[in-house]
């Protein structure tokens, strides 16, 4: 070895030997170790076999054990309050064991430790408890606390004051203006199954997961079905959910999707959730279709055919949201046409109710709203503005009527049809919130409109076959959209 390599192998020894006999791990939490020990009394569940989706309707109690550790992996004597929350869904409060203290999502470690049971609700897919240090500790009752003091209780140069203003107040009865060392932890995941199409349309009027980025569940035995192709996106039904009603589903695509054809199976799907004014809707949708030999058999289902007592009543409507839906023998509104109403009297070419003309219906009008709602009594009044603005029109049969869009059908001209019977309308079922006539049956193409009218089909046909095209082209503006 030459001098040169002895010097600085001597170095090498040397820092080393420092290292060695100069460190200290740091003290203090650095992190906390979370463990689920019980979901609903029972081991936790497996990937294998996963609790169903929590819809937001009922609570689940997750028994937990938390452990505040330093950056050296040890249990470290942390004696403060630690926030839960869990992702995806909500923690409503947690219940301290061992004659702990919580409050609300908040619970306190003592010596490091902390057990408790966590009450869960809208939990879906792999689930993690998180337990956070966020610098909150709650004020004795009956004494102010310093986050609601008027003081400024932290350091000299701090000029805000309580909170929300001062951000080391993590609530008004916080009796600290200090922040927290917001260390964290995370459990492993707790197994629910991933969504199905029912479970994110809920069981009633809106879904329990608004907001919410998720995948659905195409997995067999589920089978989602696409049965309509839109300008704007597409319909899907599971078919596992048929006669429990709650299972089908529009995802928004802003425009065409591209290379899809009713009939196409999917075998992946997923979105961000949301509500457009009543209408459960999958915005931003991803999708795979499933690659099937040859001429497999097209499944989409038959149309529900909607009779009075369905079209009544709102629960039953919403089973079929977003599902195919027909009605029969029905005829366009009599009082159906562009010139405006007169003292909430209306006729053949009159059933307009943008009285002053400005090209809206203005509800803060006593006398366009006036109009308007006495228009949408009349089950042979079609309001002009409504149809004008997004091809909506009433038909009735007498007793009961719901609207028609039936702007697929370029051929048919629904004012020139006024009164006339239209044998069948076929298409999906949209829900708008605004108004008194919530629903709309969606013609998707010519096959959907059975008439003797020019544009109608002949006769109706079967799903198997109605509507089904070529497929839709690429999008070659994907990019930028």
Same mark, same amino acid.
């Not at 499944?299 to 079929?320: F, I, N």
């Given at each position: 070895?030459?001098?040169?390599?002895?010097?600085?192998?001597?170095?090498?020894?040397?820092?080393?030997?420092?290292?060695?006999?100069?460190?200290?791990?740091?003290?203090?939490?650095?992190?906390?170790?979370?463990?689920?020990?019980?979901?609903?009394?029972?081991?936790?569940?497996?990937?294998?076999?996963?609790?169903?989706?929590?819809?937001?309707?009922?609570?689940?109690?997750?028994?937990?054990?938390?452990?505040?550790?330093?950056?050296?992996?040890?249990?470290?004597?942390?004696?403060?309050?630690?926030?839960?929350?869990?992702?995806?869904?909500?923690?409503?409060?947690?219940?301290?064991?061992?004659?702990?203290?919580?409050?609300?999502?908040?619970?306190?470690?003592?010596?490091?430790?902390?057990?408790?049971?966590?009450?869960?609700?809208?939990?879906?897919?792999? !689930?993690? $408890?998180?337990? /956070?240090?966020? *610098?909150?500790?709650?004020?004795?009752?009956? &004494?102010?606390?310093?986050? +609601? #003091?008027?003081?400024?209780?932290?350091?000299?140069?701090?000029?805000?004051?309580?909170?929300?203003?001062?951000?080391?107040?993590?609530?008004?009865?916080?009796?600290?203006?200090?922040?927290?060392?917001?260390?964290?932890?995370?459990?492993?995941?707790?197994?629910?199954?991933?969504?199905?199409?029912?479970?994110?349309?809920?069981?009633?009027?809106?879904?329990?997961?608004?907001?919410?980025?998720?995948?659905?569940?195409?997995?067999?035995?589920?089978?989602?079905?696409?049965?309509?192709?839109?300008?704007?996106?597409?319909?899907? !039904?599971? $078919?596992?959910? /048929?006669?429990? *009603?709650?299972?089908?589903?529009?995802?928004? &695509?802003?425009?065409?999707? +591209? #290379?899809?054809?009713?009939?196409?199976?999917?075998?992946?799907?997923?979105?961000?959730?949301?509500?457009?004014?009543?209408?459960?809707?999958?915005?931003?949708?991803?999708?795979?279709?499933?690659?099937?030999?040859?001429?497999?058999?097209?499944?989409?289902?038959?149309?529900?055919?909607?009779?009075?007592?369905?079209?009544?009543?709102?629960?039953?409507?919403?089973?079929?949201?977003?599902?195919?839906?027909?009605?029969?023998?029905?005829?366009?509104?009599?009082?159906?046409?562009?010139?405006?109403?007169?003292?909430?009297?209306?006729?053949?070419?009159?059933?307009?109710?943008?009285?002053?003309?400005?090209?809206?219906?203005?509800?803060?009008?006593?006398?366009?709203?006036?109009?308007?709602?006495?228009?949408?009594?009349?089950?042979?009044?079609?309001?002009?503005?409504?149809?004008?603005?997004?091809?909506?029109?009433?038909?009735?049969?007498?007793?009961?009527?719901?609207?028609?869009?039936?702007?697929?059908?370029?051929?048919?001209?629904?004012?020139?049809?006024?009164?006339?019977?239209?044998?069948?309308?076929?298409?999906?079922?949209?829900?708008?919130?605004?108004?008194?006539?919530?629903?709309?049956?969606?013609?998707?193409?010519?096959?959907?409109?059975?008439?003797?009218?020019?544009?109608?089909?002949?006769?109706?046909?079967?799903?198997?076959?109605?509507?089904?095209?070529?497929?839709?082209?690429?999008?070659?503006?994907?990019?930028?959209?």
């Amino acid at each position: 070895m030459t001098p040169r390599a002895r010097h600085r192998a001597a170095l090498a020894a040397a820092a080393l030997a420092g290292c060695s006999s100069d460190f200290e791990p740091p003290r203090g939490v650095s992190s906390f170790w979370v463990q689920v020990e019980q979901v609903n009394g029972e081991a936790p569940p497996s990937a294998e076999a996963p609790l169903p989706a929590n819809r937001g309707d009922t609570v689940d109690a997750w028994s937990f054990r938390i452990e505040a550790r330093d950056a050296a992996g040890r249990r470290a004597p942390f004696d403060g309050m630690v926030r839960l929350s869990i992702e995806p869904g909500a923690v409503l409060d947690v219940e301290a064991e061992d004659e702990g203290i919580a409050v609300g999502r908040n619970i306190r470690l003592r010596g490091g430790v902390a057990k408790g049971i966590a009450h869960v609700t809208a939990v879906y897919g792999p !689930t993690r $408890l998180w337990v /956070e240090d966020v *610098g909150y500790r709650p004020a004795s009752r009956g &004494n102010r606390p310093a986050c +609601a #003091n008027g003081v400024n209780d932290d350091a000299p140069g701090d000029v805000l004051v309580d909170f929300p203003a001062d951000p080391g107040c993590a609530f008004a009865d916080d009796d600290t203006e200090e922040g927290g060392s917001f260390s964290a932890g995370v459990s492993k995941p707790v197994a629910y199954a991933v969504p199905r199409i029912a479970d994110v349309q809920g069981g009633g009027p809106a879904t329990p997961y608004p907001t919410e980025a998720m995948q659905i569940n195409t997995a067999a035995p589920q089978q989602v079905v696409v049965t309509r192709v839109s300008s704007d996106g597409f319909y899907v !039904t599971d $078919l596992t959910g /048929e006669g429990s *009603g709650f299972n089908h589903l529009f995802a928004y &695509n802003f425009n065409t999707p +591209a #290379n899809m054809r009713i009939c196409d199976r999917l075998e992946y799907l997923a979105g961000t959730v949301d509500e457009f004014f009543g209408f459960t809707e999958l915005s931003f949708p991803s999708y795979e279709i499933a690659r099937v030999q040859g001429g497999a058999e097209c499944l989409v289902p038959e149309p529900t055919v909607l009779d009075g007592p369905t079209l009544a009543g709102a629960s039953a409507m919403e089973r079929l949201e977003s599902g195919l839906v027909r009605v029969e023998g029905f005829h366009v509104s009599e009082r159906f046409g562009p010139r405006p109403a007169r003292d909430n009297v209306f006729a053949a070419e009159q059933s307009n109710c943008d009285l002053n003309g400005d090209g809206r219906v203005d509800f803060d009008s006593q006398a366009e709203r006036s109009c308007a709602n006495a228009c949408s009594d009349d089950p042979e009044c079609s309001e002009w503005t409504s149809y004008a603005a997004r091809g909506n029109y009433k038909i009735t049969d007498g007793s009961s009527m719901i609207q028609i869009q039936t702007g697929t059908v370029s051929a048919f001209d629904p004012t020139s049809r006024r009164g006339e019977v239209i044998d069948a309308v076929t298409g999906t079922l949209r829900n708008f919130s605004g108004g008194s006539l919530h629903w709309t049956i969606e013609a998707r193409c010519p096959d959907d409109l059975v008439c003797a009218a020019p544009g109608c089909a002949p006769a109706t046909k079967p799903s198997k076959e109605a509507c089904v095209r070529t497929r839709s082209l690429d999008d070659n503006d994907a990019e930028t959209n």
